[in-house]
């Protein structure tokens, strides 16, 4: 996992002892290479995971992406910003059709 510190909470408050190993980079290839029996990540789609034989089991914590400005930035360049998160808006909507 990407995640040790996570993902050692979780399976510590279901009861289980796991080895976790902290991995960078392309989690998925862990269990093809022989390195892990299961991973924990972040999953969007899913896609990368299908695409190394992996199917989600369980849901470890809910994720959202935030966007996080600080005040100096917002009162310099609000229009700015605003028009980033307009833009992020429609793609959003396009996707969700």
């Known amino acids: 996992s990407k995640y040790p510190e996570v993902t050692r909470a979780f399976f510590e408050g279901k009861g289980m002892d796991v080895d976790i190993i902290k991995i960078e980079g392309s989690v ?14 972040i999953v969007e789609t899913g896609a990368t995971l299908k695409e190394n034989g992996l199917v989600p089991i ?40």
């Open 28 to 41: 998925e290839l862990a269990p093809i290479l022989g390195l892990a029996d299961a991973i924990v990540d």
């Open 58 to 97: 369980e849901t470890v914590a809910p994720v959202s992406a935030r966007l996080i400005v600080n005040t100096a930035s917002m009162k310099l360049r609000k229009a700015e910003i605003q028009d980033f998160i307009a833009r992020c808006e429609r793609e959003l909507e396009k996707k969700s059709c």
